[in-house]
């Protein structure tokens, strides 16, 4: 392999600084390669995963209505966890191990081509074609990885060498909208792009065995991929009052207070909490998230965060109150985020318990 194919294989072509520091002698094919066996005794929490796969850029697409960008890209058919309200610990968990029937996994981006935000919560359904023929068509889970953060994406048998064509239909936001957003992202849309495959160049992706930081805290750096990725805003650049960061196990959560709420809120404040990972900071979606403040010894608030995609704040958990500097806030995670996890994040995010701070 020359040079150039292997810094865009390996970590999917993050800078080239960042990739050869994590390449080294760890390298190697599929053709030669097999995944490493799932690890004994999982912390409960982030971990750097065994292997890390190489992935290729498949096209990025506009629907009709311009109003949803996206991007298709795939790797080597991968495992992941299904979660949902039900999961308690990772026993419970949906596994989803390639059987050997699969050719690919193909992942989904999708964004607000105007501002560039990633879209959270919305149904993303995958069509595959090959001349002119239906092959394959699914509803792809909404997930996140150490690397990408929150996408869609699912494993999908094709049919031999060819050019295939990926249609990605997206359904509107189940979230409220708010600010600019609030008039937006009403109908669905959808895209095509095309896709040369080809098992050579499959095979050709790297895969990155890491056996000396297996399991270890920490996770791989997020790509460089040339599209958005679902990365928390530093709360710097946001509007209102940033009170500090509460922690619940791995999830960070950023609390702000703001004098007046987003457009299409009425009250006369507003709490808006952002949820993300560690390390790399990466958004943590579709969680039921409820808030209790005390001041001076007596409850001002007492109820549920909703979850809220927002032209300014971006997608964060929110309710029209009137947070005030000296306030003891008390987050609880009633549901855990309901989204399937890649390796490194399976284990995490689901007992969560309550998080304080004070404002």
């Known amino acids: 392999m020359q040079r150039r194919q292997y810094l865009r294989a390996c970590l999917g072509g993050v800078t ?21 066996p799932i690890l004994e005794d999982r912390p409960e929490r982030v971990y750097f995963p065994t292997h890390v796969d190489g992935m290729e850029m498949v096209g990025m697409g506009r629907s009709a209505n311009d109003e949803y960008a ?4 795939y790797t080597f058919p991968h495992r992941f966890w299904r979660v949902d309200a039900t999961t308690e610990s990772v026993e419970d968990a949906n596994l989803h191990a390639p059987d050997g029937s699969d050719d690919v996994h193909l992942m989904a981006l999708v964004w607000d081509p105007q501002t560039q935000r990633v879209l959270p919560e919305t149904g993303v359904t995958i069509d595959i074609t090959k001349d002119g023929e239906a092959l394959d068509e699914q509803v792809i889970y909404p997930m996140i990885s150490p690397r990408m953060g929150f996408h869609y994406g699912a494993n999908f048998r094709l049919d031999g060498d060819g050019d295939y064509e990926v249609t990605v239909s997206v359904g509107a936001p189940s979230v409220r909208r708010t600010g600019d957003y609030s008039d937006r992202f009403e109908e669905p849309g959808s ?32 790509m460089d991929m040339d599209v958005p990725l679902g990365i928390s805003p530093d709360p710097a650049s946001l509007s209102g009052q940033h009170h500090g960061t509460a922690e619940s196990g791995d999830a960070r959560f950023e609390v702000l207070s703001l004098d007046s709420p987003p457009a299409g809120i009425d009250g006369d404040g507003y709490l808006a909490v952002l949820a993300h990972t560690p390390y790399n900071d990466l958004v943590l979606p579709a969680m039921a998230l409820s808030a209790t403040i005390q001041r001076d010894g007596e409850s001002v608030f007492d109820g549920r ?16 109150v009137d947070a005030q500097s000296g306030d ?32």
Request: with cysteine; charged share 20%.
């Open 70 to 73: 996206v991007a298709v890209t």
């Open 328 to 359: 003891d806030l008390t987050l609880a995670v009633d549901t855990h985020p309901q989204v399937s996890r890649h390796e490194g994040y399976e284990t995490a995010f689901l007992q969560l318990p309550d998080a304080m701070l004070g404002l």
């Open 305 to 320: 965060l909703e979850r809220t995609f927002d032209s300014e704040l971006g997608y964060h958990f929110g309710a029209a």
């Open 191 to 222: 895209a095509t792009v095309d896709f040369p495959f080809s098992v050579e160049t499959r095979n050709s992706l790297s895969v990155e065995r890491t056996t000396d930081r297996a399991g270890e805290a920490g996770v791989p750096p997020v």
């Open 16 to 36: 080239v600084t960042a990739a050869t520091a994590g390449c080294t002698d760890l390298f190697e094919t599929r053709e030669v390669a097999s995944t490493p």
